[in-house]
């Protein structure tokens, strides 16, 4: 559940969710709440929502210029910093659980969109928290249209990065992906699918294109070859 601050325009006590219980709100203390929650407050002018750091007209620009830059054309910006890795007691022999092993993964940090955000990187939902903000709090940005040409020109030189990789993939080539957000990996699926899927028919192993011969030779009458005499006519 993402989070973002807001600052109240009246007293609201605590609300008991699912999620866990909320802060008291008490003018003009900011807090940080669900993001439902401070959409609704603010659609009922009950408060005001903080805009993260990152949503920012200097750390858009700055994230931007990293994305175009030749020198960092094949890669894309870092995503926020990890937090400490949290485990349990691992069973003796068993390193599943060891404190190494877990840490929270980027849908999950909990100040990806709030006053706390880092402002260097762009969180896993970037693209639908910058769409919702500017849709139903555009009167909290500074400067709310420049935001929105920002968002959209990332958009576009991410996906064009993301196109442009899996283009030129290979098999056995891979492609990093660190850094992409939830909703990229989403438009980007179906193109990767088919690609997959064509490298799949079209790369399959030896292995498999010889059993397949054998299978057809053997229901034509013909017998098969040895595997001996196989790997003589590619040395040839």
């Known amino acids: 559940m993402e989070h973002v601050t807001v600052i109240p325009r009246q007293r609201l006590d605590g609300l008991e969710l699912l999620g866990g219980p909320t802060k008291p709100l008490n003018p003009p203390f900011s807090t940080p709440l669900p993001l439902w929650l401070a959409l609704l407050l603010k659609k009922q002018r009950r408060a005001n929502i903080s ?6 007209v200097e750390a858009l620009t700055h994230i931007l210029d990293f994305e175009t830059d030749e020198r960092t054309a094949e890669v894309f910006s870092p995503a926020p910093t990890m937090p400490r890795a949290i485990g349990m007691t691992p069973l003796e022999g068993d390193p599943y659980l060891s404190r190494d ?33 500017l849709t139903h709090a555009a009167d909290d940005f500074d400067e709310p249209d420049t935001v929105r040409k920002l968002l959209r020109d990332l958009r576009e030189v991410r996906m064009s990065k993301l196109r442009k990789g899996f283009k030129v993939l290979g098999p056995g080539a891979g492609i990093k992906m660190n850094g992409v957000g939830g909703m990229e990996v989403a438009e980007v699926r179906g193109f990767v699918v088919g690609m997959v899927d064509g490298l799949r028919k079209i790369n399959r192993s030896r292995e498999e294109s010889r059993k397949e011969r054998e299978i057809e030779e053997r229901e034509n009458g013909l017998g098969s070859s040895s595997y ?9």
Request: net charge negative.
């Open 101 to 133: 092993s877990l840490e929270l993964s980027p849908p999950f940090m909990s100040d990806a969109a709030t006053a706390r955000a880092q402002e260097d990187a762009l969180p896993y939902h970037w693209l639908e928290l910058g769409h919702l903000l």
């Open 51 to 56: 805009p993260p750091p990152w949503l920012s």
């Open 228 to 236: 001996a005499d196989e790997e003589d006519e590619d040395m040839l």
